[in-house]
């Protein structure tokens, strides 16, 4: 008889300086695996659409986030909360009003110009 070995498996996330779950040595994050998986997408289909992504390492972290949905959870709905936090500290500091004109006055004078 052949035996297996049981072993648990090593977790694919790793938290980055900046405090932001990562897919195994890559850039892609939790957030965007977790919303790609939620949109309907199979880990065949999110190991595609990121190829520094091992189908292991989709496979194991759709496998964490099930097991874990309320702490990613709550984990996402706070990155959402300090990216809504940073746009409007950004807005603030930037004002938005009247840009699309004065980006369509300079096209419009680089276009004269040639």
């Known amino acids: 008889m052949v035996t297996l070995p049981v072993t648990a498996l090593a977790s694919p996330l790793r938290i980055d300086e900046l405090g932001v779950a990562r897919i195994g040595a ?9 919303s790609s998986y939620r949109d309907g997408n199979t880990a065949d289909e999110i190991a595609q659409q990121y190829p520094s992504l091992s189908l292991a390492d ?3 972290a759709i496998a964490y986030y099930l097991t874990h949905v309320r702490e990613v959870d709550a ?3 706070e990155r959402q909360s300090d990216a809504a936090d940073t746009r409007r500290r950004v807005e603030q500091q ?3 009003h009247g840009i699309r004109e004065r980006l369509l006055a300079r096209q419009a004078a680089r276009k004269a110009e040639t």
Not at 26 to 34: H, N, S
Request: hydrophobic residues 40%.
């Open 26 to 34: 890559t850039r892609v994050t939790l957030d965007t695996l977790v």
């Open 94 to 96: 930037c004002s938005q």
């Open 58 to 60: 989709v496979h194991a």
């Open 75 to 77: 984990y996402l709905q």
